[in-house]
C-alpha cells in the first residue's frame, strides 16, 4: 500500500527565522535549571575552539543563552562526571571538534567505522606505536598526549609526534576518547574504561545512526534545508536523502529561501515577490507560534546559530565570516568579529580584545542607529562576564555612530 505524501506547512520567513531562534535557545524562556548540560543537550554539539578572545569559544556558547554563568562552571558542566563516575559529554567530530553529550556516542558509530575503513593521514605513524599508547593508557590511565610521551617533535604546530598521531588515530576510530581537557589540553582515555557501559557499542547501523542525526539537527535548527541538516553534524546531502523521510522531520516550504537574499552584511535580498523555497522541520517546533523574549547578546563565531554561511544569510541577511585566518591587510571586521544578535535580528558586530580590565571594542560595525543601544547592552555585559569595569571603543565603521554608541556605554555603564 502506498502511503499519501504529507501536507507540506507554509512559512513566511519571518516564522522560520523564529522557529530557529527558539530552537537555538535565544528566544521565549530559558530553562536555567539544566544549566550548561542542558544547553549542551539542547544544541546536540558545541564546537570547540583555540582562539580565545573574551573566552573559549565553547565557553561564549552557554554564555550567550543564560547570560554571566561562571567560567568555572561551565568548564565544570561539561568535565566533571557525575556521582557514578561517568561522563556527561565526550569530545568528537562532528560539525567540527565538538562536545558533544554522552549519549550520542552510539550515534556516531558510522563515523567510527568509516575512519577504520577509510583512514586519511597526513602524519606517518611509526610501527609499534599506536599498541605502546594504548598499552601506556591502560596502565597508566588518563594522559594527555605530553604525558604519553610528547604531542610535538618540533615547535611548529603540525608537526606531530608519533605518540600524537597514534592517540589521535585511537580516538577517530573509538579506540580512545577524550572526557576532559586540562589546560586545554585533551585527556585521553580508554573508551571501554570511560564510556557507560550501556553505550559502549557500535551495533547501530550506518543508517540508524544517521537518521539519528539528522533528527537532532533538525531539532536543534528547528527548520532547516536539507543542506542546513547535514551541515549541523557534517554529513553528506546523500546521507540525509536517505533518511530524512522517516526522521520525524515535517517537510515545509519558506517563503524567501528559494533564492539568496540580500541584506544586512551584504547578502542578497529578493526583490518583488517572494520565492518559497523547500525545508524540512521539528515538528514540535510548529505546534505553537514562538514567542517570549529575545536575548541581546555577543555571539561567538563559531555558534551553530551562524554555522553554515548560506542559512546566516537566508534567514538573517547576514553575511558572517570568520577572518581570523585572513591576512590583516584583507580583513574587513576585525580578527574575531563577534555578530550582536538583538530583538531576534544580527544588528551588527564587534571585534573585541582585553587590556587589563578594559574591555577593547576594536573594530565595531552598527547596522544604523537603531542598533546603538542594543550593541551597548551587549558590550557592557559580556565586559561584566569577563570581569572588565569599563569599555573602550576605538574604532566604528559608520563614524557619525561613533559619539553615540559612547554616550550609551557610558549611561549603561553608570
Given amino acids: 500500500m502506498t502511503s499519501l505524501p504529507r501536507p507540506t506547512t507554509e512559512l513566511s520567513s519571518d516564522e522560520a527565522r523564529r522557529i530557529a531562534l527558539r530552537a537555538q535557545g535565544f528566544l521565549g524562556a530559558v530553562d536555567r535549571r539544566s544549566g550548561v548540560r542542558g544547553v549542551l543537550r539542547h544544541l546536540g554539539a558545541v564546537q570547540l575552539d583555540t582562539i580565545s578572545v573574551l573566552a573559549r569559544s565553547h565557553e561564549l556558547i552557554p554564555y550567550a543563552r543564560l547570560g554571566a554563568v561562571g567560567r568555572k562552571t561551565v568548564d565544570d558542566a ?28 552510539p550515534h556516531f558509530a558510522f563515523r567510527r567505522r568509516a575512519y577504520r575503513s577509510r583512514p586519511h593521514w597526513n602524519h606517518a605513524l611509526p610501527d609499534g606505536t599506536y599498541d605502546q599508547v ?31 598521531v597514534a592517540v589521535e588515530r585511537a580516538l577517530m576510530y573509538g579506540e580512545v576518547v577524550c572526557t576532559k581537557r586540562r589546560g586545554w589540553k585533551r585527556v585521553y582515555d580508554l573508551a571501554e574504561r570511560a564510556i557507560p557501559e550501556a553505550l559502549l557499542h557500535d551495533e547501530l547501523d550506518d543508517l540508524e545512526c544517521v537518521r539519528r542525526l539528522v533528527r537532532l539537527a533538525g531539532q536543534s535548527l528547528g527548520v532547516g534545508t536539507r543542506a542546513d541538516i547535514a551541515d549541523y553534524h557534517r554529513l553528506k546531502v546523500e546521507q540525509v536523502d536517505a533518511v530524512i523521510a522517516d526522521s520525524g522531520l515535517v517537510p515545509v516550504t519558506v517563503a524567501g529561501w528559494g533564492k539568496p537574499a540580500q541584506g544586512r552584511g551584504g547578502a542578497k ?53 570568520l577572518e581570523a585566518y585572513t591576512p590583516k591587510p584583507k580583513r574587513i571586521y576585525g580578527y574575531f568579529a563577534m555578530p550582536v544578535l538583538a530583538g531576534g535580528h544580527l544588528v551588527g558586530r564587534v571585534d573585541p580584545a582585553r587590556e587589563g580590565r578594559t574591555l577593547v571594542a576594536k573594530q565595531v560595525t552598527l547596522d544604523g542607529p537603531r542598533a546603538v543601544p542594543a550593541v551597548a547592552q551587549a558590550l557592557v555585559e559580556a565586559a561584566s562576564w569577563v570581569d572588565c569595569t569599563d569599555v573602550r571603543v576605538e574604532r566604528v565603521d559608520a563614524p557619525e555612530l561613533r559619539d553615540p554608541l559612547t554616550r550609551e556605554l557610558s549611561r549603561t555603564l553608570a
Fill in 78 to 105: 561539561y568535565w566533571t562526571p557525575g556521582q557514578d563516575g561517568a561522563p556527561h559529554a565526550f569530545e568528537y567530530w562532528s560539525h567540527a571538534a565538538c562536545i558533544l553529550p554522552v549519549e550520542e556516542w
Fill in 134 to 164: 594504548i598499552k601506556q593508557l591502560r596502565t597508566e590511565g588518563p594522559l594527555t598526549a605530553t604525558e604519553l610521551g610528547g604531542a610535538k617533535k618540533t615547535s611548529e604546530w603540525w608537526d606531530w609526534s608519533g605518540t600524537k
Fill in 269 to 321: 535580498r529578493l526583490t518583488g515577490r517572494a520565492v518559497a523555497g523547500d525545508g524540512w522541520a521539528d515538528p514540535a517546533a510548529l505546534e505553537t507560534a514562538p514567542r517570549g523574549r529575545h536575548r541581546t547578546t555577543l555571539l561567538s563565531p563559531f555558534d551553530s546559530l551562524i554555522w553554515e554561511r548560506a542559512r546566516t544569510e537566508r534567514i538573517f541577511g547576514f553575511t558572517h565570516r
